[in-house]
């Protein structure tokens, strides 16, 4: 079932064929054909609501709360950096239905066959494999605080967990977190009551009281950061979904849930470290549920490290597709079941050996940089490829075009470079991480303003350069491919 842009609602059979509908998904970067969409665009509420209730995003509290400033300004922040970075998120999600293609080869219209396997995937690849060693120093907390194993255990066993998960793909993926809204959902409610009513945090807590910027825009930054990592493999979870699917509505169905799942949960990581200073984000959560009731924190803990198993099954999915996708830009693979398989038990081996690396001790600074050169990284990119689907080429794409090297897209996509080095080149000065500071942020008071100067570059470079596009031809291949049309 779907929802066309005029509010009809249309059917789709699905057919099995190569993707498979009954058991381990078989396509890996490869378009998805209308006989093989199926699902229903309420679907991806339950997939964007549970990917934010976990113990990373619970974590990301704890880390913006360190930051300096108060837990009123703090929560504020949240709220903004959440509203914000969602924002984008949930319009690449949209592009799903429309192409049927993963998030990182429809890029290939912008940066070109190669241009985007080296400026944009490699990026993208840094996204997952940062993200996932964060989860593994968690996941390996959470089971040796549950189960008194070795932390080195830990991160092992719940890949794979994971892992098995996303080698079975996008169908299950879905049917996963469809099941476990409910649970997940009900333990974020009991912890806020815990964190609020337990009377942990101080008294004058939610006095607003003077404003710290610098706290302040690094908590947004660290928050729009934390969303606007998803977009580089949002759509990825929306591209098997029927193409009737309305642009709107798909938007609003990642929008919603995932802006008030991250801004709670994050909100809450923050108000659990406000309540039990200086103690990692593990206990805070044990301590918030054992004061509602004896063993309610192991209770909470269990069901957020199971939260994390399906995040971290996201990270390997998409991180899949992104070592898949560079592979293919230089040596044409054939997408298979093994091929995936591959990639994530190279993706979970290099992974547990950072993490080992970095340890528990190290987790906050290691994460809160994370955080927010991601947000560096991905912000001039996720400006670019939304001006370019909304407005220059309004979502009109040629899907054989993009899977040729030589084809109208090229090698190298100079509009798309072009834009994405100029302005991230004008942010630099913007920086305020804790190796560098930029000089125009150091005389604003360490204040990061660089993520709206990096969406504004890159929207005006890439609207000025691909006015060089020849539109009207790569209409006319579309219309003869008729796969995919305007908005």
Same mark, same amino acid.
């Given at each position: 079932?779907?929802?066309?842009?005029?509010?009809? !609602?249309?059917?789709?059979?699905?057919?099995?064929?190569?993707?498979?509908?009954?058991?381990?998904?078989?396509?890996?970067?490869?378009?998805?054909?209308?006989?093989?969409?199926?699902?229903?665009?309420?679907?991806?509420?339950?997939? %964007?609501?549970?990917?934010?209730? =976990?113990? !990373?995003?619970?974590?990301?509290?704890?880390?913006?709360?360190?930051?300096?400033?108060?837990?009123?300004?703090?929560?504020?922040?949240?709220?903004?950096?959440?509203?914000?970075?969602?924002?984008?998120?949930?319009?690449?999600?949209?592009?799903?239905?429309?192409?049927?293609?993963?998030?990182?080869?429809?890029?290939?219209?912008?940066?070109?066959?190669?241009?985007?396997?080296?400026?944009?995937?490699?990026?993208?690849?840094?996204?997952?494999?940062?993200?996932?060693?964060?989860?593994?120093?968690?996941?390996?907390?959470?089971?040796?605080?549950?189960?008194?194993?070795?932390?080195? @255990?830990?991160?092992?066993?719940?890949?794979?967990?994971?892992?098995?998960?996303?080698?079975?793909?996008?169908? @299950?993926?879905?049917?996963?977190?469809?099941?476990?809204?409910?649970?997940?959902?009900?333990?974020?409610?009991?912890?806020?009551?815990?964190?609020?009513?337990?009377?942990?945090?101080?008294?004058?807590?939610?006095?607003?009281? $003077?404003?710290?910027?610098?706290?302040?825009? !690094?908590?947004?930054?660290?928050?729009?950061?934390?969303?606007? +990592?998803?977009?580089?493999?949002?759509?990825?979870?929306?591209?098997?979904?029927?193409?009737?699917?309305?642009?709107?509505?798909?938007?609003? %169905?990642?929008?919603?849930?995932?802006?008030?799942?991250?801004?709670?949960?994050?909100?809450?990581?923050?108000?659990?470290?406000?309540?039990?200073?200086?103690?990692?984000?593990?206990?805070?959560?044990?301590?918030?549920?054992?004061?509602?009731?004896?063993?309610?924190?192991?209770?909470?803990?269990?069901?957020?490290?199971?939260? &994390?198993?399906?995040?971290?099954?996201? =990270?390997?999915?998409? +991180?899949?597709?992104? &070592?898949?996708?560079?592979?293919?830009?230089?040596?044409?693979?054939?997408?298979?079941?093994?091929?995936?398989?591959?990639?994530?038990?190279?993706?979970?081996?290099?992974?547990?050996?950072?993490?080992?690396?970095?340890?528990?001790?190290?987790? =906050?600074?290691?994460?809160?940089?994370?955080?927010?050169?991601?947000?560096?990284?991905?912000? $001039?990119? !996720?400006?670019?490829?939304?001006?370019?689907?909304?407005?220059?080429?309004?979502?009109?794409?040629?899907?054989?075009?993009?899977?040729?090297?030589?084809?109208?897209?090229?090698?190298?996509? @100079?509009?798309?470079?072009?834009?994405?080095?100029?302005?991230?080149?004008?942010?630099?000065?913007?920086?305020?991480?804790?190796?560098?500071?930029?000089?125009?942020?150091?005389?604003?008071?360490?204040?990061?303003?660089?993520?709206?100067?990096?969406?504004?570059?890159?929207?005006?470079?890439?609207?000025?350069?691909?006015?060089?596009?020849?539109?009207?031809?790569?209409?006319?291949?579309?219309?003869?491919?008729?796969?995919?049309?305007?908005?």
């Amino acid at each position: 079932m779907g929802t066309t842009s005029n509010g009809k !609602t249309a059917t789709v059979t699905p057919v099995i064929q190569q993707g498979r509908l009954d058991g381990a998904e078989r396509r890996s970067v490869d378009f998805v054909p209308v006989a093989e969409r199926h699902g229903t665009v309420r679907h991806l509420g339950a997939v %964007w609501l549970v990917a934010n209730i =976990n113990l !990373t995003a619970m974590a990301t509290g704890v880390t913006t709360l360190a930051l300096g400033g108060s837990l009123f300004w703090t929560l504020v922040a949240t709220v903004f950096g959440s509203l914000f970075g969602t924002l984008f998120m949930a319009l690449h999600s949209s592009q799903g239905p429309h192409l049927g293609l993963p998030q990182l080869v429809q890029s290939r219209a912008q940066f070109g066959f190669l241009g985007a396997a080296i400026t944009v995937w490699v990026f993208a690849f840094v996204n997952y494999f940062n993200y996932n060693v964060a989860d593994a120093i968690l996941a390996g907390s959470s089971l040796h605080f549950l189960l008194g194993i070795p932390t080195s @255990w830990g991160f092992p066993i719940a890949v794979l967990i994971a892992g098995t998960l996303a080698l079975f793909g996008y169908r @299950w993926i879905h049917r996963v977190n469809r099941f476990l809204v409910a649970p997940l959902a009900l333990t974020v409610v009991i912890l806020t009551f815990a964190a609020v009513a337990r009377g942990g945090i101080p008294s004058g807590a939610f006095t607003p009281g $003077p404003i710290q910027w610098h706290s302040f825009a !690094t908590t947004f930054v660290i928050v729009a950061g934390f969303q606007l +990592g998803w977009a580089p493999y949002v759509s990825d979870y929306s591209r098997y979904l029927p193409p009737t699917v309305s642009t709107r509505s798909s938007f609003l %169905w990642t929008y919603l849930p995932s802006a008030i799942s991250a801004l709670w949960v994050i909100g809450l990581g923050s108000l659990l470290a406000a309540a039990t200073p200086g103690v990692s984000v593990i206990m805070a959560i044990a301590q918030g549920g054992d004061a509602l009731m004896a063993g309610g924190g192991r209770i909470a803990v269990a069901l957020l490290f199971i939260g &994390l198993l399906v995040v971290m099954a996201l =990270n390997a999915y998409g +991180g899949s597709l992104t &070592l898949i996708s560079i592979v293919d830009c230089f040596r044409r693979v054939r997408p298979s079941l093994f091929l995936r398989g591959i990639t994530i038990v190279a993706m979970t081996l290099s992974v547990g050996v950072v993490a080992a690396m970095v340890g528990e001790e190290q987790f =906050n600074v290691f994460y809160g940089n994370v955080l927010v050169f991601l947000a560096y990284l991905f912000t $001039p990119w !996720t400006a670019i490829n939304l001006v370019d689907f909304y407005i220059v080429r309004k979502g009109c794409y040629s899907i054989r075009e993009l899977f040729n090297p030589a084809g109208i897209y090229g090698r190298w996509g @100079w509009q798309g470079n072009v834009a994405y080095i100029g302005a991230l080149v004008t942010m630099v000065p913007f920086f305020v991480t804790e190796p560098f500071t930029g000089w125009i942020a150091h005389r604003m008071g360490d204040i990061d303003i660089s993520m709206f100067v990096g969406l504004v570059v890159a929207s005006l470079l890439y609207l000025l350069t691909s006015r060089s596009l020849d539109l009207s031809y790569e209409r006319s291949l579309v219309e003869k491919e008729g796969i995919a049309g305007e908005l």
